[in-house]
């Protein structure tokens, strides 16, 4: 299976609302990145955060990571039609020198 | 930033023939490529990392006579289906590693394959 799985699969919020959406992985890594994928185009890195990093900011993005759980999540603050994408983790590690992607998370925002 | 093409971005074949896809880092030099491929509604599925000047490392499940790679040069790898078929048809996308800076990844826009 995939080592990354990002909850909930698909999300429907209003603009303006926040959107929360979380990965969960299983073995230990050395990053993790998350990328939004915009219908039929290639990706778009977003935002890296480090395994010795608990939180990273970027504009409207915040991420976390809780790497005792083994998991990371990708807030969205005050959303906009435009974020409308799929959103995928991607961990990485330095020794395997390849990422792995989770399923993505299908954010709607209604305008 | 980092920029990553794909050539072409769309081919329609006929099956039996081969189709060859080029990923070529624009504005930095990547010794690593790497060939996903992605299904409707689903996540990249690893092919292959492509090593310059070097074989390729296929992924377990990935025919590599099937899907012949080549990283010929630090800003190129091709990706070529051979003898393609109706089920080949997927979004092939690639990304480059830089090699300056070696977590992330570049992604370039995709290729949709069709095999008719």
């Known amino acids: 299976s995939q080592q990354g799985e990002e909850d909930p699969q698909a999300l429907s919020i209003q603009e303006g609302e926040n959107a929360t959406m979380n990965c969960s992985y299983k073995?230990?890594?050395?990053?993790l990145q998350w990328y939004r994928q915009n219908s039929g185009r290639g990706l778009v890195h977003l935002i890296l955060i480090r395994s010795n990093e608990r939180e990273k900011h970027s504009g409207r993005l915040r991420v976390t990571l809780d790497t005792s759980k083994k998991s990371s999540s990708l807030l969205i603050t005050a959303s906009r039609a435009a974020d409308t994408a799929s959103y995928f983790c991607a961990t990485g590690n330095t020794n395997a020198g390849k990422s792995t992607f989770g399923d993505g998370t299908t954010l709607t925002v209604k305008p | 930033g980092a920029v990553v093409s794909q050539h072409p971005s769309r081919v329609i074949c006929k099956s039996g023939t081969s189709v060859k896809i080029e990923c070529r880092s624009l504005d930095f030099q990547a010794t690593t490529m790497f060939w996903y491929r992605q299904f409707p509604k689903k996540s990249l599925m690893l092919m292959a990392t492509s090593n310059e000047g070097s074989k390729a490392t296929y992924e377990q499940g990935v025919e590599k006579d099937k899907f012949l790679i080549n990283h010929a040069s630090l800003t190129l790898s091709t990706l070529t289906v051979t003898s393609a078929h109706p089920e080949d048809s997927s979004f092939y996308i690639c990304?480059?590693?830089?090699?300056?800076?070696?977590?992330?990844?570049?992604f370039g826009p995709g290729t949709r394959l069709l095999v008719l």
């Open positions: 073995t230990s890594i050395n990053n």
């Open positions: 990304s480059a590693r830089e090699d300056t800076v070696q977590e992330t990844q570049y």
